[in-house]
């Protein structure tokens, strides 16, 4: 991760399987916020109200901060929600929430095995999602006059710069999210351009 991409999945990835009478069901999800993660938490507590425990980790990008939760939710302390949050940190997520399911079957498992156990449901309901690169960008709005139209399509470089929409008037503006690794130097390509614009620095991600 560089401060301003990060990587993460795409969509809902579930993986279940048995491990001595107990069945593990993980459900990997992208989340941006605690208050979301929490949200679908409790959507798949009612959803499996049956099950003997809802483990869970979260690990957020948060502008560039790392932040991240875990718990056991009842199971002996450290084997549960920690072997599921090195799981994200193990496929270097962010945005990302994990939540594991277990029905006990009768059959303990000892920490160690517990421990295994939950980590490598995560792992592999991690390995199965699609990935994808987010990045953190500035908006940026460029006044163009007709004879630089060109010009300011060549400016736009995706992923890095992209140009968002058009507006056609009196002055044509374009809209460009760029990002912010890439802020000085797209200021710069415009200063020589002869290009008037306006910077929002407000994060956002695209």
């Known amino acids: 991760m560089s401060v301003d991409s990060f990587q993460t999945i795409a969509a809902p990835a579930p993986f279940r399987q048995k491990i001595e009478r107990s069945e593990f069901l993980a459900l990997a ?37 790392v932040r991240q939760r875990s718990s056991d939710a009842g199971e002996p302390s450290g084997t549960a929600g920690k072997p599921i949050l090195s799981s994200i940190e ?19 498992l ?60 009196e002055i044509n503006r374009f809209f460009f999210d760029v990002r912010a690794s890439r802020r000085v130097e797209f200021e710069r390509s415009l200063e020589e351009r002869r290009l008037a614009f306006t910077h929002d620095p407000t994060p956002r991600l695209r």
């Open 29 to 65: 999800f992208p989340v941006t916020t605690d208050d979301a993660f929490f949200a679908e938490l409790a959507r798949i507590e009612k959803q499996h109200f049956d099950a003997t425990h809802h483990c869970w980790a979260f690990r957020l990008f948060d502008g560039g901060t």
């Open 110 to 169: 000892g920490s160690g095995g517990l421990a295994r156990a939950y980590r490598d449901t995560a792992v592999q309901a991690l390995a199965s999602a699609s990935i994808i690169t987010r990045y953190l960008c500035e908006r940026f709005t460029v006044e163009v006059p007709f004879a630089s139209m060109g010009v300011a399509y060549r400016l736009a470089h995706p992923p890095d710069i992209v140009l968002e929409r058009e507006e056609f008037g």
């Open 90 to 108: 193990g496929a270097s997520l962010h945005d990302t929430g994990v939540v594991v399911v277990r029905w006990y079957g009768g059959v303990k």
